[in-house]
């Protein structure tokens, strides 16, 4: 036998710039399930497994679906530019 320790590299997959949301299911009470997606698209699958109708982040329907997994449609956010003097540093505390 080898003894030797075997080094796999992680799998990594490349980064979305953006928010990304983490994969949910949500069973329906009427049948099927609402599926949450890693890029924030929500489908709706029926009992046989047919997505019959798919939201992403960007329609306008999207909140209303998103709600159920407790999300809720944010402005992008902008870094604050604040007022700077040339040549100084923000105080360090």
Sequence with gaps: MNDELVRRKPSRTPAHRGRRF??????????????????????????????????????????????????????PTVTPQGRRVQGTKPPRW
């Design 22 to 75: 983490k994969r949910h299911e949500l069973e329906l009470a009427d049948g099927g399930r609402l599926v949450l997606g890693v890029d924030g698209s929500i489908d709706h699958v029926d009992d046989h497994g047919t997505t019959t109708h798919s939201w992403t982040p960007d329609d306008p329907e999207w909140p209303d679906q998103a709600i159920r997994f407790g999300l809720h449609p944010q402005a």
